[in-house]
């Protein structure tokens, strides 16, 4: 039976696995989104949205508790004066992950674990700036 058994162990002892974590969060904090294995997105994602629900608060109780846990006293001021009033009508479900695909070296699943409401979005080029590339490369020749 699986009683009080939760998360995986990632296959490293219970301070390396803490240690990443906390390092996974305080880069996802950082960057708004971060690609890694679905297994570490699964055990970060938790994690994350307990953060943020501190910064919602906004008390200097939850802010000390959020910088035990994350490793840059920066990510924490973005965390309490950008993310927590960002999410504040929000009730819960702050994450995504969006599984991409095999890794190529060891077919590990990887995904991307990102905020809702940051999705990627492709900057279009625009067609004066190629014409005026090609001009410039012509005109080197």
Do not use: W
Not at 30 to 45: H, M, N
Not at 108 to 114: I, Q, T
């Amino acid at each position: 039976m699986r009683h009080l058994s939760k998360g995986k162990k990632l296959g490293r002892t219970t301070a390396h696995r803490k240690a990443l974590l906390r390092n996974l969060v305080t880069s996802f904090l950082d960057k708004e989104r971060v690609t890694t294995t679905v297994a570490k997105a699964k055990e970060a994602r938790p994690l994350a949205e307990k953060m943020i629900t501190l910064a919602k608060k906004n008390t200097l109780h939850t802010r000390r508790q959020a910088l035990a846990f994350v490793t840059k006293e920066s990510t924490v001021r973005k965390l309490f004066d950008t993310l927590g009033p960002r999410f504040s009508e929000r009730p819960g479900g702050y994450t995504r992950i969006v599984k991409t695909g095999p890794r190529a070296g060891d077919g590990a699943e990887m995904a991307v674990l990102e905020l809702v409401g940051t999705e990627f979005k492709k900057k279009e080029k625009k067609k004066k700036d190629l014409k005026e590339k090609a001009k410039a490369a012509a005109s080197k020749k």
